[in-house]
């Protein structure tokens, strides 16, 4: 497992940068870096089931699930990943089972540090840092342009 982090500064507020990530309207345009199309089903309140999913091209979706660990409003969120899903079908042996991911939201003089922490199986450390490092940038240009 590899335990990789993303920051980046960015000239908003916390509470804005928060609703750019994770409304799921502005949600849907930075994950494009993961894949087109991608979105998610649930909640971001602690206890919430979330499905991150993304379609694939014969109509059914692939992605990640998992349970909201801690929710700072604003702040901090935290994800533990349950499993994974692949052409709609849950699978709870894979190798996301465990894994965490969280993102922290630290504003100071109305610029907002957005840092992302992930762990991830090694075989997949290599797509996930381009994938975040592309997803990061978006989301500074989201959050920066409204």
Aim: no cysteine.
């Amino acid at each position: 497992m590899e335990n990789l982090r993303f920051s980046v500064d960015v000239d908003a507020p916390a509470q804005h940068v928060w609703n750019v990530m994770l409304d799921l309207d502005t949600y849907r345009e930075w994950t494009g870096a993961f894949h087109e199309g991608s979105t998610y089903e649930g909640g971001w309140n602690e206890g919430d089931e979330i499905r991150f999913l993304g379609p694939n091209d014969n109509g059914t979706s692939s992605g990640l699930f998992g349970s909201i660990v801690e929710n700072r409003r604003h702040e901090f969120v935290s994800i533990r990943y349950l499993g994974d899903i692949e052409n709609d079908v849950e699978n709870r042996e894979g190798p996301a089972v465990g894994l965490h991911e969280s993102y922290s939201f630290i504003e100071t003089d109305g610029v907002t540090t957005l840092t992302v922490d992930l762990e991830v199986p090694d075989e997949w450390a290599s797509d996930m840092h381009g994938m975040w490092s592309e997803a990061i940038v978006t989301i500074k240009q989201l959050a920066e342009r409204a």
